[in-house]
């Protein structure tokens, strides 16, 4: 035990007294959360539209004042042709026309059916389809509202968002950059602090003292372990306070799957540092082989229900998938662990399989 | 000198094989208690193979090797304990300092805080390096490095010590310097079995052993090898052994 604490105790000034390691270690998280938290953000607010309104009604007035009355739009000015439009777009303000056609309350009440139309400038696709998205809502709200009151027949929608019922991205991210960072610390600094000891030799020191290789990993590996478990905490307090994302699960729950990724991550983290002999190839295996994948296959940007079979079906053997799924249950929905059983078990089961591969790989070596 | 020794490496028949390619073929030879003994080859003749098999960092594919009394096989733990190691890359931490150096490799193999004092003190007084206790290693010119780390394999007073190319890259100076440590450790009685490709270091060990192509070609003191091949020096012998393969 005691060697133990003196080998991690050199672990520490390793990491502390490298400037790079401090900043990976406790800049990005900060830096990635707010920069995702404030900048990146798929919510629109106070969006330029104009309005084309040939009828001039009550009726087309009551949607035009309640698309005012929102947070998401303003409306920049009042055009009076179809031409207008066109050059409306170029001047590159307004990023949608809201168009009523003539006689709108007036159809509205003879045939019980008029038009609005929405043109949206599509040259950002995910903020016109925001922007279609949220018009349409406001509209239907309208609708609905003018429904009870006639008491009309047909079909209403009534939809209700659910967990995060603002639709905040931030809810979204998470989750996202606690699993980018938690694997970064994790697998790309293990794997590059234990390649280290083999480029300068003292690996070979090590496995010549009577430490037991496993000792040497663990060792190597706790301080990460350590820190990682920070980090979590860093994350989710940052997303609690200064965002207000609900933990509405068990805290507890959410530590304990965290400790698993974070375990994960360190296994994949050991495997790599056991297929590469210097610290470039191990950053590079865990940049390209882990950061990408992460971010890019997870789910944490792009919905992986939206891609490609073959893109899907790689998507599962990627970690970070399963732990972003266990962060939103438990955070969003509060579930417990019956819900998230499954994804606790494919976590745990590339543990072991990780773990497996690098004792064989080690096993080899000596033979 | 040459009389009945008591043998603390025995070595017989080690065999490594990679594959189809076999790096050493069936070496046996003894090491004496106190001896400095060279381990001579060229490079890829398989000395450092033959060494990691008896450092207990890769298993013999077969034959066998007793270290210090144990065997390297069955009983690696006791032979690490036994054995101090010092390899041609560097080996200590330049971001940690001389002392934080000497408590961490004290440490692993389990020296007290109290011995570890000790040793600091003692061993800053016997290098004559004055006051660099608190001073990062990264910064200490390569020579005091070397004698650091060699006074590091040291710590834990191993029976043995392992030496793999130790002055490698090193000024004749520094080296000269390097091999009078060497010479006050084997005169306390620690075994000393080093390998080197600088011939004219292979004239200091009381016996050498030359490697080619997995094989021991020849192992005596300097001196007789240099009779039996009529030659002046060291580096003479291994090119006349070297020659007579090709």
């Not at chain 1, 390793?14 to 798929?42: E, V, Y």
């Not at chain 2, 304990?81 to 440490?107: A, C, H, P």
């Not at chain 2, 200091?204 to 090898?225: F, H, Q, W």
């Amino acid at each position: 035990m005691k060697r133990f604490i003196g080998f991690i105790r050199k672990e520490f000034y390793h990491i502390f007294r490298d400037k790079r390691s401090l900043f990976i270690l406790f800049g990005m998280p900060i830096a990635q959360i707010l920069l995702f938290g404030f900048a990146i953000t798929n919510e629109i607010n106070n969006v330029e539209i104009a309005i084309l309104d040939y009828a001039k009604d009550s009726e087309s007035q009551k949607i035009i004042q309640k698309i005012k009355a929102s947070p998401y739009f303003h409306i920049e000015n009042e055009i009076f042709s179809d031409k207008a439009i066109e050059s409306e777009f170029k001047k590159g303000k307004v990023k949608a026309v809201l168009l009523f056609e003539k006689d709108f309350a007036k159809k509205l009440q003879t045939e019980r059916k008029a038009t609005v139309q929405v043109i949206t400038d599509a040259t950002e696709p995910n903020v016109a389809n925001t922007i279609s998205n949220y018009t349409q809502s406001i509209i239907q709200n309208y609708q609905n509202q003018k429904n009870t009151v006639q008491k009309s027949n047909g079909v209403v929608i009534q939809s209700r968002m659910l967990y995060n019922p603002e639709l905040k991205s931030v809810f979204n991210f998470v989750p996202g950059v606690m699993t980018v960072i938690l694997m970064l610390v994790s697998a790309m600094m293990t794997s590059i602090s234990i390649t280290r000891e083999k480029e300068l030799g003292t690996m070979e020191i090590l496995l010549v003292s009577p430490l037991k290789p496993f000792q040497v990993i663990l060792g190597k590996v706790f301080p990460y372990v350590f820190l990682s478990i920070i980090n979590a905490i860093v994350i989710v307090s940052m997303g609690y306070f200064i965002f207000g994302m609900p933990i509405n699960g068990s805290i507890f729950l959410l530590a304990f799957e965290s400790i698993l990724f974070i375990i994960t991550a360190l296994s994949l983290g050991i495997l790599i540092s056991t297929v590469s002999n210097t610290q470039q190839t191990a950053m590079m295996i865990s940049l390209m082989g882990l950061m990408l994948p992460v971010i890019i296959l997870s789910g944490f940007i792009f919905p992986i229900a939206s891609m490609p079979l073959p893109m899907q079906v790689i998507s599962n053997i990627i970690p970070a998938k399963w732990f972003i799924i266990i962060v939103k249950s438990i955070m969003l929905k509060g579930v417990g662990l019956e819900y998230i059983f499954k994804e606790t078990l494919i976590l745990l089961g590339m543990t072991l399989l990780f773990i497996g591969l690098s004792i064989k790989k080690y096993k080899t070596r000596l033979e | 000198m040459e009389s009945v020794q008591e043998k603390i490496i025995i070595v017989e028949n080690l065999t490594k094989q990679f594959g189809d390619f076999t790096a050493v073929k069936g070496i046996s030879f003894d090491v004496h208690k106190g001896e400095i003994f060279g381990f001579l080859g060229a490079n890829g003749a398989g000395k450092t193979t033959a060494m990691k098999m008896l450092i207990g960092i890769s298993h013999p594919t077969s034959g066998q090797a007793n270290v210090a009394g144990f065997d390297v096989q069955n009983q690696s733990e006791e032979v690490k304990r036994n054995i101090g190691y010092m390899s041609q890359k560097f080996s200590m931490y330049d971001d940690l300092t001389v002392e934080e150096n000497i408590t961490f490799f004290g440490g692993i193999y389990g020296l007290s805080r109290k011995q570890i004092k000790i040793k600091t003190n003692q061993l800053i007084e016997e290098l004559q390096l004055g006051n660099i206790a608190k001073t990062k290693v990264g910064d200490l010119p390569l020579g005091w490095k070397q004698k650091l780390a060699f006074s590091v394999a040291l710590l834990h007073e191993p029976k043995i010590v392992f030496l793999d190319e130790p002055t490698g890259g090193v000024d004749p100076i520094t080296r000269r310097q390097f091999w009078e440590l060497i010479y006050a450790e084997a005169h306390k009685g620690t075994t000393i079995f080093v390998t080197t490709h600088y011939m004219d270091e292979a004239e200091y060990c009381n016996r050498v052993s030359i490697m080619v192509d997995g094989v021991i070609e020849a192992l005596d003191t300097p001196k007789k090898l240099k009779e039996q091949f009529q030659v002046n020096s060291m580096n003479e012998v291994f090119l006349k052994l070297a020659r007579n393969i090709e």
